[in-house]
């Protein structure tokens, strides 16, 4: 146990270690009158993008729409896919300033978002597609600033990761570890790069990609399937030659994801079951997480002076990862093994509700 505890403590380290390296490496869009230069000149070869179009798709967002094409409609064209909603969406949109495009049913094999992220790319000939989600709220000049931000790294798909909001303990304890995953984990340079699956991370809710990347990748076509769309979605990019992964949006745009338990609960278990793999692999990650920031802090529980050590180690991969992105570093990274604790129990519960066949999301069955 002395030998757990001990690896567990040294893997916490790492990690924090590898968060410091990434909070220096993570792109940022650039500041003051650089931001909105989407029309900068391009070292790499090809044509340079002249025209940008910012879509949304939306089902049942009667909630957050408003707000959303408010913040955006005066950063350019609004497009709204109304993917059947069965609130006033469209309406609400439409009395915002958006052009509403209504939806059809996805075909068979396609899910509900790549079939309306496909149909807003076929209703619009721009050269980079700005994909926003209903519950992100853009800061003005942020959509030049992400463009901006493609553009002058010359990556072909950037994910900005929009500043994550928390406010209930159950968000507070479980949201930070979205951004917490990819930085304490990922090279991401060589993520941006590299056509392995395993380093890739992205965020669907503000999505910035070539139009000639995305055909070259095979459109929303190739990834009608996957409930991790965004994810996958990089991927194809990739491995179709491109470059591109998750940057910094913490200045760029906000969203609070879920609210309450609920909503967060529920959330997570359309998608968890795809996040963590096959049963065997998700319990053997969920095993090496609790060794690394759960075995720890109880050993310091008992005395143990390097079980405090790793304790403190994942405290700080937290702070580290909350400086980075904005997010509230105390109290709430002190709690950090019961985040990791609840998030085993969510994957779990999502892997027994994908073995039922009972995920459904916004009316929608999760698989295709």
């Not at 055909?215 to 991927?235: C, H, K």
Request: hydrophobic share 50%; glycine share 10%; aromatic share 4%.
């Amino acid at each position: 146990m002395i030998r757990l505890v001990a690896a567990g403590s040294w893997l916490a380290a790492a990690g924090a270690l590898h968060a410091a390296v990434n909070a220096r490496l993570l792109r940022r869009a650039p500041d003051g009158p650089a931001a909105p230069r989407h029309t900068a000149a391009i070292a790499a070869p090809g044509p340079r993008p002249s025209s940008v179009a910012i879509l949304v798709p939306a089902r049942d967002e009667a909630a957050h729409i408003g707000a959303c094409v408010a913040a955006l409609r005066e950063q350019g064209e609004v497009s709204v896919l109304d993917d059947e909603s069965a609130d006033r969406t469209g309406e609400l949109a439409r009395a915002a300033g958006a052009t509403v495009l209504r939806g059809t049913p996805p075909p068979a094999g396609w899910l509900g978002k790549p079939w309306a992220c496909a149909q807003l790319a076929a209703a619009t000939g721009a050269d980079v597609l700005v994909f926003v989600d209903a519950d992100v709220r853009v800061e003005p000049g942020g959509v030049a600033a992400a463009v901006a931000l493609l553009l002058d790294a010359q990556l072909d798909i950037a994910c900005p990761f929009p500043r994550q909001l928390a406010s209930t303990p159950a968000e507070r304890l479980v949201q930070p570890l979205l951004q917490w995953s990819w930085l304490t984990t990922l090279p991401l340079r060589v993520a941006e790069r590299s056509p392995r699956p395993s380093l890739t991370a992205a965020c669907g809710q503000f999505v910035v990609v070539r139009r000639d990347a995305l055909e070259r990748a095979g459109g929303f076509a190739t990834v009608r399937d996957a409930v991790l769309d965004d994810i996958a979605l990089v991927r194809a990019v990739k491995a179709a030659g491109g470059r591109g992964g998750v940057v910094d949006g913490t200045a760029l745009a906000s969203c609070r994801m879920y609210a309450g338990w609920p909503e967060l609960r529920d959330g997570y278990a359309k998608s968890l079951w795809a996040a963590a793999g096959p049963p065997p692999r998700a319990a053997a990650v969920g095993a090496l997480l609790g060794v690394a920031y759960v075995l720890p802090p109880l050993a310091a529980l008992r005395g143990s002076r390097t079980g405090r050590l790793g304790y403190l180690a994942g405290v700080a991969s937290r702070l580290i990862t909350a400086r980075r992105t904005g997010g509230r570093g105390l109290p709430d990274s002190l709690a950090h093994p019961v985040s990791v604790l609840v998030l085993g129990y969510l994957t779990a519960r999502s892997h027994l509700a994908h073995r039922a066949g009972t995920l459904r999301w916004k009316g929608r069955r999760v698989t295709a």
